[in-house]
């Protein structure tokens, strides 16, 4: 029984806590990721368009 009443207290914890802050609900986790990524994805669109036209003036001259 001693067993029994150990484990418990553990599953308890584990379904206070279904989400990541304890606050925020899976789904918006998931849209600040999205949000994150596609702002990640612009800037390294940037990066490579300005590398691009670097390349390009330097091969030009």
């Known amino acids: 029984m ?3 009443k150990s484990q418990n207290p553990q ?3 584990k379904d206070a806590k279904p989400t990541r802050s304890g606050h925020e609900s899976v789904e918006s986790y998931q849209r600040r990721w999205e949000q994150l990524m596609e702002d990640t994805n612009k800037q390294l669109q ?3 368009e ?3 036209r670097k390349s390009n003036q330097t091969s030009g001259r």
């Open 11 to 13: 599953q308890d914890k």
């Open 50 to 52: 300005e590398e691009a």
């Open 46 to 48: 940037k990066i490579r």
């Open 2 to 4: 001693d067993q029994v």
